[in-house]
């Protein structure tokens, strides 16, 4: 049996930056962020909008200095498959494979729709700690329901409007900072901070990302933990309701 060959792949792409110490999510840049520039690496190399990341953050990348963004094609065509990585010094410090599909999303018909979704002005203004978390300076956010970092509540679970300030970031890099805007949602059920990096995030796209400087309802809580990791799961949506990303992260439990 003969079987035709796949389409050629298209040449990788490597393109240099480096990033703002303001984007530092306690000692190093916030992982959403390089999320964001490895998905958008991707898209570009590919020409086609992503459906899905994972990327494994398997150390930290160092603000005010040079780090390489690269993208190689798996797999070109309708459905396609990208890999992005991340170097500095040398070193490999996030990876991500991507999933692209040729031709815009349609709307998604969603199995288990919200039976309500609150209003932005349901929400409460609430400024993250700059002394840990300067990146906070990048994001306004309205915070829903009772629940605040180092509240001591009950649930582990963040609920906010969250939108881009005072950045002209591309979309997709956007996103991936939205995907990763709110604290732990440990930090909920704390009364002190601990340091709890993102080393691995899965994302699914249900639509075009939000336009730069958007309003997007995140909707974040832990679904399980043990004394090394926690797992939270999260959902973004746009100001009508539409789901925008689904995703699931896992969170090392520094100190155990």
């Known amino acids: 049996m003969s079987l035709a060959p796949s389409p050629a792949a298209p ?4 393109r240099r930056l480096a990033f703002d110490p303001t984007w530092r999510s306690f000692t190093t840049t916030q992982g959403g962020l390089v999320i964001g520039h490895l998905l958008a690496a991707a898209a570009d190399l590919a020409g086609a909008p992503p459906r899905a990341v994972t990327a494994h953050l398997l150390g930290g990348v160092v603000p005010d200095a040079e780090a390489v963004v690269t993208a190689a094609a798996d ?3 309708r459905t396609g498959s990208v890999r992005s990585e991340l170097r500095q010094d040398g070193a490999l410090r996030a990876v991500a494979q991507v999933l692209t599909s040729a031709g815009p999303p349609d709307p998604v018909t969603e199995t288990y729709p919200p039976s309500s979704v609150p ?4 929400g409460e203004p609430f400024e993250l700690p ?3 978390v300067p990146v906070g300076e990048h994001t306004e956010i309205r915070a829903l329901g009772a629940s605040r ?3 001591g509540g009950d649930e582990p679970r963040l609920h906010a409007w969250v939108r881009i300030r005072g950045a002209e ?5 956007q996103l991936g900072v939205l995907l990763d805007a709110l604290p732990p949602s440990l930090f909920a059920v704390r009364t002190v901070p601990a340091a709890m990096p ?3 995030l899965t994302a699914h796209l249900a639509g075009p990302p939000p336009e730069t400087g958007a309003w997007v309802r995140v909707d974040q809580r832990t679904v399980w933990s043990d004394h090394r990791v926690a797992v939270d799961d999260i959902e973004l949506r746009a100001l009508d309701g539409s789901l925008v990303a689904s995703g699931r992260q896992t969170r090392r ?3 155990g």
Do not use: H, I, K, Q
């Not at 970031?169 to 890099?173: A, F, K, Q």
């Open 11 to 14: 040449a990788g792409t490597s």
């Open 75 to 77: 797999r070109s065509g």
């Open 119 to 122: 209003g932005l002005e349901d």
């Open 130 to 132: 700059r002394d840990y």
């Open 149 to 151: 970092p180092m509240g």
């Open 169 to 173: 970031l591309p979309p997709l890099v």
């Open 198 to 200: 993102t080393v691995e």
């Open 253 to 255: 439990l520094l100190g």
